[in-house]
Structure formats: C-alpha cells, structure tokens
C-alpha cells in the first residue's frame, strides 16, 4: 500500500534534517559560529521587521525607489552597478533588475535589459572560446526573466505605497499579491529548471582535455573543504554505511 503523502514528506524533512545534522557537526568551530551568528542575523531582522511594522519598511522603500527614479541619471546609475555584478564572483544581478520594475515600473525592464547586455559584452572579453554576437544574443535569450523580475517589481511597488494601497480593495490587494507570489514562483522554477539542464549537459561532455578533469577534480576537492555543510562527500558516507 502506498505511503500516506502527509508521511512521505514527514520521512523526507527527517532525512534532509539529517544530513542537515550530520554536516553541521563535521563543521569547524568557526563554520558552526558562523552559522549561529547567520540565525542571531536573521533573528534579529525578523524582530526589526515585527516593531517597525511591514507598512512602514515598505513605504520607506518605495520613496526612495521614487527618489532614484527623479534623480537625472539614475538609471545610468543602476546600469553601471549592473555591468559592475555582472563580472563573477558578484553577485545581485536578480535584485537589481527586481529594483528596475520597483523604480520605474515595466519601463525599467529596458534599463535592466540593457545594463545586461552591456556587461555581458564586457564580460566576453574573458571568455574565449566563445564569439562576442553569440554571447549578446545569449543575453537576449533572458529577456524574459528581465522581464517577469520588472513585473514583480511593479507589483511589489504598487503594494508598498500607503496611497495606492488605500486606493485598492481587498480584492486587488489580493490579486496583487498573487501575482507577486506567483511571478516569484515562476522565476525560481524556471532558475531551477535551466540549472538542471546546464547540469546535465555538463554530465554529458566529451573529449574534454585531460587537464580540464584534473582542473574539475580539483575544484570539487575545494569545495568539499571549504563548504563542508554543503559537501556531498557526507551523504555518500551515509549511503555506503547503510
């Protein structure tokens, strides 16, 4: 007989809080603090939120979204720190072209449309094997995901402002938000999906040169190092002990 669904996911938040378990304990003194002071972190800004209220943190957010958005040059200023995020290992890209859609509304899908391409292009200078018009008309390819992230900004702008707010029933409010939630939802599975594929393709490479599985083989030395809570080596040991 089949497992009730509600015990399946039970089996499967026990095993997950496991590994969880077994990898924060084979942490060094410093990543286990680390990881403390990430908890005391967010503690302390989901206390900062509760007496601060949502409303507020919202409507502080969105003057000065407005703010940037009546500044000359401001989205100049936001097409910079694009092309600045786009050069590896920074990061904010999605945040920023969120920020576009809250300052500007569906007009800054163009701004963060073009802080991406723009700093793709620079970004080409580093990467060889591939020709500068492949790697633009790549970029062009996520117009889509500029796209929903401005859409969502928009949304979450219309949301945060007190006087649209008063302006909407409860049904708009709701929809409003379900379109928020559900753009967000999209962007995450779509994120998912194209990582999921980029993985496999990897997977399935040949006549790679001997050198790039030593470079590979290396990396994955470093990364079980350096990021022990994240290692994969753990959830072999457990399977080969059971």
């Not at 095993?15 to 302390?44: E, Q, S, T």
């Not at 409507?59 to 050069?87: E, H, N, P």
Request: charge should be neutral.
């Amino acid at each position: 007989m089949a497992a009730h669904p509600a015990h399946r996911l039970l089996d499967t938040v026990k095993h997950y809080g496991g590994l969880a378990l077994a990898r924060y304990r084979k942490l060094h003194l410093f990543g286990k603090l680390f990881i403390w002071l990430l908890m005391l972190f967010y503690i302390c800004i989901g206390i900062f939120v509760v007496i601060v209220t949502p409303a507020r943190i919202a409507q502080f957010l969105y003057d000065k979204a407005k703010l940037l958005a009546a500044t000359r040059f401001g989205w100049l200023g936001i097409i910079a720190v694009m092309v600045c995020v786009s050069f590896p290992p920074f990061i904010g890209h999605t945040t920023l072209a969120t920020l576009c859609g809250f300052a500007y509304g569906m007009d800054g899908f163009y701004i963060s449309l073009a802080g991406s391409v723009i700093g793709s292009a620079l970004v080409f200078c580093s990467i060889e094997p591939v020709k500068l018009w492949q790697f633009i008309v790549a970029t062009f390819f996520i117009s889509p995901k500029l796209l929903l992230h401005a859409f969502i900004g928009s949304k979450m702008a219309a949301l945060s402002d007190g006087d649209q707010r008063d302006r909407m029933d409860t049904h708009d409010k709701v929809i409003n938000g379900l379109l928020v939630g559900g753009g967000i939802l999209i962007a995450v599975f779509t994120s998912w999906w194209v990582y999921t594929l980029v993985q496999s393709h990897i997977r399935h490479l040949h006549g790679l040169p001997p050198q790039t599985d030593e470079l590979a083989a290396e990396a994955i030395e470093d990364y079980d190092e350096d990021a022990p809570l994240l290692s994969p080596s753990i959830q072999r040991h457990d399977q080969t002990a059971a």
